[in-house]
């Protein structure tokens, strides 16, 4: 059994989905975030997790030119972090601001035209060619290979792919924390849920819109850095390939709900991987070219049925 | 002598895509200005017009399927069905949702129409595109039109080879813009009609005012499929005219969906959303700009490059191309922050007998 169809399954399907379903949910984070607090559709996010990539690799290459560290990726990324959360800042202020009272579609148009702006301003500094991240081939992890192979059921799994995923976990309970027990956490969810009424009550709106860029900047760095090493290598384009399938995350988990959007991430990243399985004889049951597609269809399809997503987010 | 035809062939060109620009830029007219839907997925729109006129004009070919060979209008109303029928499902399915789903949607069907004309290789020829598209004037200079009805009918093989060897290379060029430019017209003339008609009123009715157009008894819902729809039929026109003047299409670079889109709203809100005039003269515009900042930007890489060495100019050249994004993106902020309605505004029609 195992031997037989579980062993390809988990090891090439199952947890790479996990993987990238990992990387989708953090992503989506931030879209349900400004979605549901700041009421428009971001689609500048994708670049933001790019160019927390490029941060971390610059940061991470510049260490080892002058100080002679080499520094993990993990590492590095923290000052990245803080890096993109100021310029998201700075977007934030001198771009979406001034439409705050302006029907949302000016948002939404002033973010799609700033996913160009920074998009173009990486490939300007950078270039447009493909860096690599992380050198060689990341072998499975040994101690889990033998522990599993013993009980024959043998999982290999690289030493990324368990960095991605505790780090999602870890990210995760500090944002549940963050949401459930803290102040500013309680007026985020209050403006989301009713940004009037919240005013009315006395929370500091601005103080809210800063703190969705700081989380969301954090968790689009975060699955931007992840998402790098998980394929080894930056291009200006990841962010972009990542922002439809993040879409369809928060839609599915129903939109201002962050829980929902790791759901949903979780599903999107599983689907995508899972529809390349030959479920059906030998061939891929979905070609792997069209896994853009899955997570569309999956977005549209909720649009049709349930367009508050499963967790009853907000619909508008 | 050549010099100065260099320069009308370069202004025939500004104009042939700066007016192909204007069609795209008067169907977002149709579905943003008029409307008020939020469509980032022109470039899709135009894609499929594209490769529809492509698969059915073309002479048969081992490289993609069809080739058909038909008249090249029939290739072109074809694209532009599809590309409406394409939005009529779109339209179905997201106008009841709020603008952002809207955009959402858009966005995922350029990026679906991308990977259908990436995967589907024997169907398109994949990533390697398709070439030899027949261009309007100068496909009568290829033998399977001469060797065929009607234009065999006036003289043989060998009396047009003749005739087309005494005219200059270039004499298709004015004529293909010539007819771009009629097409302009055409679609400006019919949506100015619209756009007074009581349909084009409602439209505006709707826009402003979603529910009391509603409660006045308008079918909102239905009204904005329709303006969808039409906006997209005029983008699958502006594609197979596209498609004409490139000759050879590939799914990735001619229509490079953030590029292509993105251009065409900066045209849009430049030259001011409502208004078909402030549509077309904001393509030209742009597109000179746009077309002009290549020029410009290579030549100060060329005298930075005179004056200096201290580091390699190859850089700046293969880059410059991000530059003129950049700058696009950031006039886009400005227009849309300091002149929201663009350089002509949208003007309403006069109430009735007022006029």
């Given at each position: 059994m195992w031997a037989s169809f579980g062993f390809e399954f988990v090891n090439f399907y199952f947890i790479p989905g996990l993987v990238l379903g990992c990387i989708y949910a953090l992503g989506a984070i931030g879209i349900t975030l400004t979605f549901g607090i700041l009421r428009f559709a971001n689609f500048a996010h994708g670049e933001v997790m790019m160019t927390g990539a490029y941060f971390t690799w610059t940061i991470s290459t510049l260490a080892g030119l002058w100080l002679g560290w080499s520094l993990h990726p993990l590492v590095a990324a923290i000052p990245a972090i803080f890096a993109a959360i100021g310029i998201l800042m700075l977007i934030d202020r001198y771009f979406y601001k001034p439409f705050?009272?302006?029907?949302t579609i000016m948002v939404v148009m002033a973010s799609f035209g700033m996913m160009l702006v920074v998009r173009s301003t990486v490939q300007f500094i950078w270039g447009p060619n493909q860096l690599t991240f992380v050198k060689g081939i990341d072998k499975p992890n040994e101690a889990v290979r033998q522990f599993t192979a013993d009980l024959d059921l043998m999982i290999l799994v690289p030493n990324k792919h368990f960095w991605i995923m505790a780090g999602t976990v870890i990210i995760m309970l500090c944002f549940t924390y963050l949401l459930e027990r803290t102040r500013i956490g309680k007026a985020m969810r209050a403006v989301s849920d009713s940004p009037d009424l919240a005013r009315v009550t006395g929370i500091d709106v601005e103080a809210v819109v800063r703190a969705t860029w700081v989380v969301g900047g954090f968790c689009a760095v975060a699955a931007g850095v992840f998402l790098a090493m998980d394929i080894q290598f930056l291009e200006t384009t990841m962010g972009f390939r990542m922002l439809l399938p993040m879409f369809a995350a928060a839609i599915l988990g129903g939109i201002g709900r962050p829980f929902g959007a790791v759901f949903g991430g979780l599903i999107i990243g599983l689907a995508e991987e899972l529809s390349a399985y030959p479920w059906i004889g030998d061939a891929p049951f979905i070609s792997p070219g069209y896994k853009t597609g899955v997570a569309f269809t999956i977005m549209i399809i909720m649009l049709i049925v349930r367009p508050s997503g499963l967790f009853k987010g907000r619909t508008f | 002598m050549d010099q100065l035809l260099g320069f009308f062939l370069y202004f025939l060109s500004l104009l042939t895509v700066g007016g192909i620009y204007a069609l795209l830029a008067l169907g977002l007219n149709v579905q943003w200005g008029f409307a008020g839907l939020f469509n980032v997925g022109i470039a899709g729109f135009a894609a499929v017009g594209a490769y529809t006129y492509a698969l059915l004009t073309t002479d048969v070919s081992p490289f993609h399927m069809g080739g058909l060979g038909l008249p090249l209008a029939i290739g072109a109303i074809a694209a532009m069905l599809l590309s409406g029928a394409i939005a009529g499902v779109i339209g179905v399915i997201c106008i009841r949702l709020r603008a952002d789903y809207l955009a959402i949607a858009t966005i995922g069907i350029a990026e679906i129409i991308k990977l259908f004309l990436k995967n589907q290789t024997e169907l398109t020829n994949g990533p390697r595109g398709i070439n030899k598209i027949p261009r309007a004037w100068e496909h009568f200079t290829e033998e399977r039109f001469y060797t065929s009805a009607p234009m065999s009918w006036i003289s043989d093989a060998a009396g047009w080879q003749a005739f087309f060897d005494s005219l200059p290379r270039w004499w298709w060029q004015p004529m293909f813009t010539l007819t771009i430019l009629l097409v302009i017209f055409g679609v400006y003339i019919l949506l100015e009609r619209a756009r007074l008609s009581p349909w084009g009123r409602m439209m505006t009715a709707i826009r402003e005012n979603e529910h009391a157009a509603q409660a006045a008894g308008k079918d909102v819902t239905r009204r904005r499929i329709e303006a969808f729809i039409l906006g997209a039929v005029i983008m699958g026109m502006a594609g197979a005219l596209f498609a004409q003047h490139l000759r050879l299409i590939d799914p990735t670079n001619t229509f490079d969906p953030a590029k292509m889109t993105f251009l065409v709203w900066v045209m849009l809100i430049a030259g001011g959303s409502g208004n078909n005039r402030g549509a077309i003269l904001g393509a030209f515009l742009i597109w000179t700009i746009w077309s002009g900042s290549e020029l410009v930007i290579n030549t100060s890489i060329e005298i930075i490059a005179n004056y200096q060495d201290m580091f390699d100019v190859g850089v700046l050249r293969t880059r410059a191309g991000y530059l003129r994004m950049l700058l696009i993106g950031i006039l886009l902020q400005f227009i849309l922050q300091r002149y929201p309605s663009g350089i002509l505004p949208e003007s309403r029609p006069a109430a009735i007998g007022k006029q």
């Amino acid at each position: 059994m195992w031997a037989s169809f579980g062993f390809e399954f988990v090891n090439f399907y199952f947890i790479p989905g996990l993987v990238l379903g990992c990387i989708y949910a953090l992503g989506a984070i931030g879209i349900t975030l400004t979605f549901g607090i700041l009421r428009f559709a971001n689609f500048a996010h994708g670049e933001v997790m790019m160019t927390g990539a490029y941060f971390t690799w610059t940061i991470s290459t510049l260490a080892g030119l002058w100080l002679g560290w080499s520094l993990h990726p993990l590492v590095a990324a923290i000052p990245a972090i803080f890096a993109a959360i100021g310029i998201l800042m700075l977007i934030d202020r001198y771009f979406y601001k001034p439409f705050r009272n302006a029907p949302t579609i000016m948002v939404v148009m002033a973010s799609f035209g700033m996913m160009l702006v920074v998009r173009s301003t990486v490939q300007f500094i950078w270039g447009p060619n493909q860096l690599t991240f992380v050198k060689g081939i990341d072998k499975p992890n040994e101690a889990v290979r033998q522990f599993t192979a013993d009980l024959d059921l043998m999982i290999l799994v690289p030493n990324k792919h368990f960095w991605i995923m505790a780090g999602t976990v870890i990210i995760m309970l500090c944002f549940t924390y963050l949401l459930e027990r803290t102040r500013i956490g309680k007026a985020m969810r209050a403006v989301s849920d009713s940004p009037d009424l919240a005013r009315v009550t006395g929370i500091d709106v601005e103080a809210v819109v800063r703190a969705t860029w700081v989380v969301g900047g954090f968790c689009a760095v975060a699955a931007g850095v992840f998402l790098a090493m998980d394929i080894q290598f930056l291009e200006t384009t990841m962010g972009f390939r990542m922002l439809l399938p993040m879409f369809a995350a928060a839609i599915l988990g129903g939109i201002g709900r962050p829980f929902g959007a790791v759901f949903g991430g979780l599903i999107i990243g599983l689907a995508e991987e899972l529809s390349a399985y030959p479920w059906i004889g030998d061939a891929p049951f979905i070609s792997p070219g069209y896994k853009t597609g899955v997570a569309f269809t999956i977005m549209i399809i909720m649009l049709i049925v349930r367009p508050s997503g499963l967790f009853k987010g907000r619909t508008f | 002598m050549d010099q100065l035809l260099g320069f009308f062939l370069y202004f025939l060109s500004l104009l042939t895509v700066g007016g192909i620009y204007a069609l795209l830029a008067l169907g977002l007219n149709v579905q943003w200005g008029f409307a008020g839907l939020f469509n980032v997925g022109i470039a899709g729109f135009a894609a499929v017009g594209a490769y529809t006129y492509a698969l059915l004009t073309t002479d048969v070919s081992p490289f993609h399927m069809g080739g058909l060979g038909l008249p090249l209008a029939i290739g072109a109303i074809a694209a532009m069905l599809l590309s409406g029928a394409i939005a009529g499902v779109i339209g179905v399915i997201c106008i009841r949702l709020r603008a952002d789903y809207l955009a959402i949607a858009t966005i995922g069907i350029a990026e679906i129409i991308k990977l259908f004309l990436k995967n589907q290789t024997e169907l398109t020829n994949g990533p390697r595109g398709i070439n030899k598209i027949p261009r309007a004037w100068e496909h009568f200079t290829e033998e399977r039109f001469y060797t065929s009805a009607p234009m065999s009918w006036i003289s043989d093989a060998a009396g047009w080879q003749a005739f087309f060897d005494s005219l200059p290379r270039w004499w298709w060029q004015p004529m293909f813009t010539l007819t771009i430019l009629l097409v302009i017209f055409g679609v400006y003339i019919l949506l100015e009609r619209a756009r007074l008609s009581p349909w084009g009123r409602m439209m505006t009715a709707i826009r402003e005012n979603e529910h009391a157009a509603q409660a006045a008894g308008k079918d909102v819902t239905r009204r904005r499929i329709e303006a969808f729809i039409l906006g997209a039929v005029i983008m699958g026109m502006a594609g197979a005219l596209f498609a004409q003047h490139l000759r050879l299409i590939d799914p990735t670079n001619t229509f490079d969906p953030a590029k292509m889109t993105f251009l065409v709203w900066v045209m849009l809100i430049a030259g001011g959303s409502g208004n078909n005039r402030g549509a077309i003269l904001g393509a030209f515009l742009i597109w000179t700009i746009w077309s002009g900042s290549e020029l410009v930007i290579n030549t100060s890489i060329e005298i930075i490059a005179n004056y200096q060495d201290m580091f390699d100019v190859g850089v700046l050249r293969t880059r410059a191309g991000y530059l003129r994004m950049l700058l696009i993106g950031i006039l886009l902020q400005f227009i849309l922050q300091r002149y929201p309605s663009g350089i002509l505004p949208e003007s309403r029609p006069a109430a009735i007998g007022k006029q």
